[in-house]
């Protein structure tokens, strides 16, 4: 019986040995979660004795989260963990964020497991919350749109002096600013993404009125020569002619007609102002993409424009320890574990995302040091227990003889 419990305990302290080993062997892998060691001692002389195992434990608490320079490394801050499908369609899950492109447009991780998350709706270009899907993110140009409207905001100064459009030798000319009191100018763009500037030009001809000429790529307007805008005591436009609308100028470009709205312009004693917002673009070479705390990964392009191309789930589980561990630093969920409840990062109990960055394992190198310690001083004392015992049968044995 002395020597069943000097072999338990020996072996329980090589257990424990080896679960600290593998702890401070994994202090540097991302998003490592590092275990303990329980054993539980017979309470009965009369039945089994000395040590009994009863298993290792998982720690989930979180790691320390280090910058990195990979737009696609993602740590987790706070609960949940990424889900990933192999090859063989088999679902892990890990919070290992270290994550690339394949020459697919699959983001995968260093073992070529896909993450997974909710796709885009290609009509609407919004989240399809539901079913979890392969992310992936498409790295082709975005195509050109033709500009047909352009949205202006306009103030012109009313403290300028009056221009006498009716004295003789007076004729307006884009190249003297003399005849001209403010201009402006906005690009759009044909259906091939070739930009066109559209220069408009403002002359106060009256305390509230004012002429509008405009220009296409430097060459003017012949039809109509002029467009005029009058505004009201409270400085809003009040009414226009030679507009299709108060305040809105077809103004034809290469491909048609480009509506320009000027409803909202104002007449203030205050500094000029001019900005458009018009819905062409040119052609858009992918320039980077970044992924959100919410995990909605976004392509920017070239041409100032943002694509979403999905976003990344987040799984949490009843029982975290319950899970099954696997290899490349993965798990799969077991009945002690429930299933997985899928969910946006930040909602069903989940942390947020932090991206360009990674999370470090939770091993404490000096608490792990501390246990290898104790683990090994069990260890050479239950040795030395064994050998006491080997000499006192030893002993009885030459008794005998």
Do not use: C
């Amino acid at each position: 019986m002395a020597f069943q419990i000097d072999t338990s305990s020996i072996n329980s302290a090589s257990k424990r040995l080896e679960v600290i080993g593998n702890n401070v062997a994994n202090a540097n892998t991302v998003g490592f979660k590092g275990s303990d060691f329980d054993d539980v001692l017979a309470t009965s002389m009369s039945g089994d004795v000395g040590t009994k195992k009863a298993g290792t434990r998982q720690s989930f608490t979180q790691g320390n989260i280090t910058a990195s320079s990979n737009p696609l490394d993602v740590a987790i801050s706070g609960k949940g963990m990424f889900r990933v499908v192999g090859a063989d369609g088999g679902v892990a899950y890990t919070r290992n964020g270290q994550f690339k492109l394949d020459k697919n447009g699959s983001v995968v991780n260093a073992t070529g497991d896909k993450l997974t998350g909710f796709g885009v709706d290609p009509k609407t270009g919004s989240i399809v919350a539901g079913v979890s899907i392969p992310l992936t993110i498409n790295q082709t140009d975005l195509r050109p749109i033709a500009t047909t409207a352009a949205t202006m905001d306009l103030t012109v100064d009313s403290r300028q002096p009056v221009i006498d459009t009716a004295a003789a030798g007076y004729s307006f000319s884009l190249t003297d600013p003399s005849t001209y009191t403010h201009s402006t100018t906005t690009t759009v763009y044909d259906k091939l993404g070739v930009a066109t500037d559209v220069q408009t030009y403002f002359t106060k001809t009256s305390a509230t009125d004012w002429e509008v000429h405009a220009s296409v790529n430097g060459q003017l307007v012949q039809t109509p020569a002029k467009w005029t805008f009058s505004f009201g005591a409270n400085g809003a436009l009040a009414s226009s002619t030679g507009t299709t609308s108060t305040g809105a100028l077809s103004i034809p470009v290469s491909d048609g007609f480009v509506n320009f709205d000027f409803s909202k312009a104002t007449q203030f004693g205050s500094t000029f102002k001019a900005s458009a917002v018009q819905d062409g673009s040119g052609i858009g070479q992918m320039t980077g993409y970044k992924i959100g705390s919410d995990g909605v990964i976004t392509n920017r392009y070239s041409n100032g424009k943002s694509v979403v191309q999905g976003q990344i789930t987040l799984a949490n589980f009843k029982n975290l320890e319950g899970l099954n561990p696997t290899e490349n630093n993965q798990w799969t969920e077991s009945v002690g574990s429930g299933p997985a409840v899928l969910g946006k990062p930040g909602e069903s109990g989940t942390g947020s995302l932090e991206a360009s960055a990674t999370e470090d394992a939770n091993i404490d190198l000096t608490t792990e040091m501390i246990k290898m310690i104790s683990a090994q001083r069990v260890y050479q004392a239950a040795a030395e227990m064994v050998k006491k015992h080997d000499e006192i049968m030893q002993t009885v044995v030459n008794i005998g003889h």
